[in-house]
């Protein structure tokens, strides 16, 4: 049985002290307002060109083009190239909880405050619950907060109704609000993971930071046309993660075992 | 409030080799209310019992109860009902005195924790640098503050792993001063500390241990089995014959004239110290003063050690 008093409290303690490290702090505040920043200055320098857009609509691939429906040649094209920058906000849920788990763990067992608070009541469950939810919680409140700026600011920037469309449309809520959090969920873990054969918070964050590799794929193999970021393709993305998630947290809680942690932690 | 029987631990370091045994057989009774000091080398294994009967890590064999209940079976009810002070205290540095100890009396579902925080931060004079972040604070002051945070949800059982390990003589003072005060409050205290002194003066009895149990009785009886009792004689006119006219008393077990001093083994000197003064005064002796040699807790220790060793 969970007691949810030890999980809030848990909570409560990692951000007190996450608000206190400028490494964490830096990055969950830094990323989204540069990943923010980034597809809005694109689109205003695109909005502002009348040129590039239809010049450059015969490089987007046939299969993204099925995607575009019935805009014109100009749209698809600046629907294309915003559709890469989803994947910084996948990016997001990602890296910010990677560098708050890797400090939460790594960094208490480095200052050797594991031990008392294991002698605590808390259960491994709760601990873990109460670790993870204080990394994920910001990474999706991140996320979501800077693509609900990015939402306000894109009719400022000349995009078409027809790009904004998009962009507030299944393709992206999916993506964020979904796959985004189960992203985040995998992060942790696997954070949780690296933390067992690491000493130092900076190299579980490096190690960690691995997981970033298949969102990279993703953004290559679009470019490359090899896949297309849509409804279905994000649907199957998070079945892949939810499998994922259930894996690496059985991983995560088989291998946070107190006795391993205390005698072979090192 | 604490019984082991042949509790054991081994660990296995690695497939190759044989698994590694930390803690051999173990067999203790600590009574409720006593200070139980818990002496051994480096790498005796004295943590590793420690970190069993808190419920931290597993028992590999035997048994044992704390608090009335068993590890392994009861062990969050074990985790509740004791206080632990690891060795390293582990504090969050970044965190202040108040909010570092407020974690953990939440953690312990303390009822009123604000109160109960203010009231051990008060005692041990922390009060006024309770906003104060951690990592700013002095060893002792960690100390102090790592003791309250084992103290939060009032435990009547009590694990000190080294409290005093690397505080300068004035903040070990002041632990130990603290320590003495939780034993009149009637607590039963492990007491894990390679400070001789500090065992002999806090602890009712202590075990010597080495990965298995040496020895466990109360300083003043380890004394006496190990090194028997001995009496100073003071003379002002010290002379070999004195030696030897006590020497020739019955119970008395040796006398020998060490540093102007006559040295007598004695079983009961309380009864046989007035019939050694009298023989010495009609002998012509003039007896100064008469005192009691105590071996040093340290002394019977070593020797014990030694003899394991040998």
Same mark, same amino acid.
């Given at each position: 049985m969970i007691n949810f008093d030890r999980v809030r409290t848990m909570i409560q303690k990692e951000w007190a002290e996450m608000f206190k490290n400028r490494v964490v702090l830096f990055t969950v505040v830094l990323m989204p307002v540069l990943f923010t920043a980034l597809p809005i200055i694109m689109l205003s320098v695109m909005g502002s060109s009348t040129t590039t857009s239809a010049a450059s609509a015969s490089d987007i691939p046939a299969q993204f083009a099925r995607t575009?429906?019935? !805009?014109n040649a100009s749209d698809c094209m600046q629907v294309y190239l915003v559709n890469e920058f989803l994947l910084l906000y996948l990016i997001m849920p990602v890296m910010i909880p990677i560098t708050i788990a890797a400090y939460s763990i790594v960094g208490e067992k480095a200052t050797h405050s594991l031990e008392p608070l294991l002698a605590t009541p808390i259960t491994t469950e709760e601990l873990l619950l109460g670790k993870g939810l204080a990394a994920v919680i910001p990474a999706v409140v991140a996320t979501i907060g800077a693509f609900a700026i990015f939402l306000i600011v894109l009719p400022l920037t000349g995009a078409s109704a027809g790009v904004r469309q998009y962009i507030a449309g299944p393709t992206w809520l999916l993506a964020i609000l979904l796959v985004g959090p189960l992203m985040s969920i995998a992060a942790v873990n696997f954070a949780i993971f690296v933390s067992s054969r690491t000493t130092d918070p900076r190299v579980a964050e490096q190690v960690s930071a691995i997981l970033i590799l298949p969102v990279l794929l993703v953004l290559f193999s679009q470019i490359a046309g090899v896949i297309t970021i849509n409804v279905p393709s994000v649907l199957i993305a998070s079945v892949v993660l939810i499998a994922a998630d259930i894996a690496l947290v059985m991983l995560g809680s088989r291998l946070f075992q107190r006795e391993t942690i205390l005698t072979r932690w090192k | 409030m604490i019984h082991t029987e042949r509790l054991t631990k081994t660990f296995n /370091?690695?497939?190759? +080799?044989a698994p590694f045994t930390a803690v051999d057989g173990l067999t203790i009774d600590v009574q409720e209310g006593e200070v139980f000091g818990f002496l051994g080398p480096n790498g005796a294994g004295k943590t590793t019992t420690m970190r069993m009967l808190t419920s931290l890590i597993g028992i590999t064999t035997g048994k044992a109860v704390v608090n009335g209940f068993e590890v392994g079976k009861d062990d969050q009810k074990i985790r509740q009902t004791v206080g632990i002070l690891t060795e390293t205290p582990g504090m969050y540095d970044r965190l202040s005195a108040e909010m570092n100890l407020s974690i953990y009396a939440r953690l312990y579902g303390v009822q009123n924790p604000s109160a109960v925080v203010e009231k051990y931060l008060r005692m041990l004079n922390l009060w006024d640098r309770r906003e104060d972040e951690v990592g700013e604070f002095s060893k002792g002051m960690r100390q102090k503050l790592a003791i309250a945070r084992a103290l939060l949800h009032e435990p009547r059982v009590l694990f000190l792993d080294e409290p005093t390990s690397g505080l300068d003589p004035e903040a070990s003072h002041l632990v130990r001063d603290f320590i003495s005060e939780l034993k009149t409050e009637g607590r039963t205290i492990f007491l894990c500390t390679h400070n001789l002194d500090e065992a002999d003066r806090l602890c009712d009895r202590i075990a010597i241990f080495?990965?298995? +149990?040496?020895t466990v009785d109360t300083p003043e009886a380890l004394r006496k089995l190990l090194f028997g009792r001995r009496v100073a004689f003071h003379l002002k006119n010290v002379r070999d014959q004195f030696a030897v006219l006590v020497r020739? !008393?019955?119970? /008395?077990k040796d006398a020998r004239i060490i540093d102007d001093t006559l040295v007598v083994g004695l079983d009961h000197p309380e009864d046989e110290n007035p019939q050694i003064i009298r023989s010495l005064v009609e002998a012509g002796a003039e007896v100064q003063f008469v005192g009691e040699l105590r071996h040093s807790l340290e002394d019977v220790y070593l020797q014990l050690i030694q003899e394991q060793r040998s």
């Amino acid at each position: 049985m969970i007691n949810f008093d030890r999980v809030r409290t848990m909570i409560q303690k990692e951000w007190a002290e996450m608000f206190k490290n400028r490494v964490v702090l830096f990055t969950v505040v830094l990323m989204p307002v540069l990943f923010t920043a980034l597809p809005i200055i694109m689109l205003s320098v695109m909005g502002s060109s009348t040129t590039t857009s239809a010049a450059s609509a015969s490089d987007i691939p046939a299969q993204f083009a099925r995607t575009c429906g019935n !805009m014109n040649a100009s749209d698809c094209m600046q629907v294309y190239l915003v559709n890469e920058f989803l994947l910084l906000y996948l990016i997001m849920p990602v890296m910010i909880p990677i560098t708050i788990a890797a400090y939460s763990i790594v960094g208490e067992k480095a200052t050797h405050s594991l031990e008392p608070l294991l002698a605590t009541p808390i259960t491994t469950e709760e601990l873990l619950l109460g670790k993870g939810l204080a990394a994920v919680i910001p990474a999706v409140v991140a996320t979501i907060g800077a693509f609900a700026i990015f939402l306000i600011v894109l009719p400022l920037t000349g995009a078409s109704a027809g790009v904004r469309q998009y962009i507030a449309g299944p393709t992206w809520l999916l993506a964020i609000l979904l796959v985004g959090p189960l992203m985040s969920i995998a992060a942790v873990n696997f954070a949780i993971f690296v933390s067992s054969r690491t000493t130092d918070p900076r190299v579980a964050e490096q190690v960690s930071a691995i997981l970033i590799l298949p969102v990279l794929l993703v953004l290559f193999s679009q470019i490359a046309g090899v896949i297309t970021i849509n409804v279905p393709s994000v649907l199957i993305a998070s079945v892949v993660l939810i499998a994922a998630d259930i894996a690496l947290v059985m991983l995560g809680s088989r291998l946070f075992q107190r006795e391993t942690i205390l005698t072979r932690w090192k | 409030m604490i019984h082991t029987e042949r509790l054991t631990k081994t660990f296995n /370091v690695n497939k190759k +080799l044989a698994p590694f045994t930390a803690v051999d057989g173990l067999t203790i009774d600590v009574q409720e209310g006593e200070v139980f000091g818990f002496l051994g080398p480096n790498g005796a294994g004295k943590t590793t019992t420690m970190r069993m009967l808190t419920s931290l890590i597993g028992i590999t064999t035997g048994k044992a109860v704390v608090n009335g209940f068993e590890v392994g079976k009861d062990d969050q009810k074990i985790r509740q009902t004791v206080g632990i002070l690891t060795e390293t205290p582990g504090m969050y540095d970044r965190l202040s005195a108040e909010m570092n100890l407020s974690i953990y009396a939440r953690l312990y579902g303390v009822q009123n924790p604000s109160a109960v925080v203010e009231k051990y931060l008060r005692m041990l004079n922390l009060w006024d640098r309770r906003e104060d972040e951690v990592g700013e604070f002095s060893k002792g002051m960690r100390q102090k503050l790592a003791i309250a945070r084992a103290l939060l949800h009032e435990p009547r059982v009590l694990f000190l792993d080294e409290p005093t390990s690397g505080l300068d003589p004035e903040a070990s003072h002041l632990v130990r001063d603290f320590i003495s005060e939780l034993k009149t409050e009637g607590r039963t205290i492990f007491l894990c500390t390679h400070n001789l002194d500090e065992a002999d003066r806090l602890c009712d009895r202590i075990a010597i241990f080495k990965t298995h +149990l040496i020895t466990v009785d109360t300083p003043e009886a380890l004394r006496k089995l190990l090194f028997g009792r001995r009496v100073a004689f003071h003379l002002k006119n010290v002379r070999d014959q004195f030696a030897v006219l006590v020497r020739s !008393m019955p119970f /008395v077990k040796d006398a020998r004239i060490i540093d102007d001093t006559l040295v007598v083994g004695l079983d009961h000197p309380e009864d046989e110290n007035p019939q050694i003064i009298r023989s010495l005064v009609e002998a012509g002796a003039e007896v100064q003063f008469v005192g009691e040699l105590r071996h040093s807790l340290e002394d019977v220790y070593l020797q014990l050690i030694q003899e394991q060793r040998s």
